[in-house]
């Protein structure tokens, strides 16, 4: 038989409960047991065992538990455990199919990440553009977030005095054709006193002008950090961005996944200031990862920093420091 949990990371900001799904797949006829699910201490799962009963091969059944978080953070992996016959099983299978290679089937232990964080935040009303496409907007509605999806043609005047911030999705001047249309709405948005983040853009195929995308002239560059554990030095440790509503740390940054970030400018005007400096082995410091600049009353953020990978991984310390962005606008600076 085959177990899985649906989803694959659970973030917790507070100390809520939520429902996970577990699946129970039968690998054979006439299959009776209990479910339970491991967890790291301090969590606390109601019920904590359920009873299943599967008639047919290849039957499913899903059960619900509500998930309890310990009060302070803590991270680690959930485990289904479920005992039939006198056996435990704890595997799920996973389906490969592209179209250049046979259909294969893989069986691994089925977990999902948890993570009870530390975070605070400072408003709670935000817009995403979306890019090339990321998980993101769902990693903050998880830790409390109300996000609006816009479309292009909805940025219009007026429009976006409501959020408290605006997210620009990975890539999105290289992939929204009609950016050029709203990127003075964007802009204003900021000089009335709003807080934009623009993620990564490649410097090739653009849809607006290098030295458009910002309020000051940037350039952006091929430079990455690819070590996820490459040492970061915070360069600016009392920028409000560091410090409002949460003290971020070099501890922050353990725990990433894949890299560091990606297609870092290199050249900004002084207007900007550079948060964080980190670089691969052998390499020199990169400092274009996170970049703020006051324009008018407002803030505008640039940031080649790979939220896209450590917010759907479900890592405390870039929920942290993605929260304190968010909230620069109500950092009184």
């Keep these: 038989m085959f177990v899985q949990v649906k989803e694959p990371v659970y973030v917790f900001a507070g100390n809520d409960p939520k429902i996970v799904q577990v699946l129970v797949k039968a690998g054979q006829p006439g299959v ?7 967890t790291p201490a301090g ?17 499913e059944q899903t059960l619900d538990f509500r998930l309890y978080p310990p009060q302070g953070q803590s991270e680690g992996w959930l485990e289904p455990v479920a005992e039939s016959g006198g056996k435990t099983y704890g595997q799920e299978m996973v389906r490969i199919s592209y179209d250049h290679i046979p259909l294969q089937s893989v069986l691994r232990q089925s977990r999902s990440r948890i993570a009870r964080i530390d975070l605070k935040k400072s408003g709670d009303q935000i817009g995403y553009i979306k890019g090339a496409g990321d998980e993101i907007p769902a990693s903050l509605e998880a830790i409390g ?12 005047a007026g429009r976006l005095q409501n959020y408290d911030a605006i997210v620009l999705g990975i890539r999105a001047y290289n992939t929204i054709e009609r950016v050029r249309f709203i990127q003075s709405e964007l802009l204003s948005y900021v000089e009335q006193g709003g807080t934009l983040i623009v993620q990564y853009n490649t410097n090739s195929d653009l849809f607006l002008p290098e030295e458009e995308i910002a309020p000051y002239p940037l350039k952006l560059s091929r ?8 040492p970061v030095t915070l360069l600016q440790p009392e920028h409000p961005a560091l410090n409002f509503p949460n003290a971020i740390t070099e ?13 870092f400018p290199n050249q900004w005007d002084e207007h ?12 020199s ?13 407002g803030y505008y ?30 950092s009184g600076t």
């Design 251 to 263: 501890k922050d940054f353990e725990g990433w996944v894949q890299e560091r970030g990606l297609y």
């Design 223 to 230: 430079d990455r950090v690819a070590v996820e554990k490459a």
């Design 43 to 59: 969590w606390k799962l109601d019920p904590a065992e359920q009873h299943f009963s599967l008639a047919l091969k290849d039957q």
């Design 145 to 156: 977030y109300r996000v609006d999806m816009l479309e292009p043609q909805e940025i219009v």
């Design 272 to 283: 900007f200031q550079a948060l964080l400096s980190c670089n691969d082995p052998g390499e």
């Design 301 to 330: 953020i640039y940031t080649g920093i790979s939220w896209f990978r450590q917010l759907p991984a479900g890592v405390p310390g870039a929920y942290r420091l993605f929260a304190n962005l968010l909230s620069l606008g109500k």
């Design 32 to 38: 009776t047991g209990t479910l339970r699910l491991k």
């Design 285 to 297: 410091p990169k400092s274009g990862g996170l970049l703020i600049a006051p324009y008018g009353k």
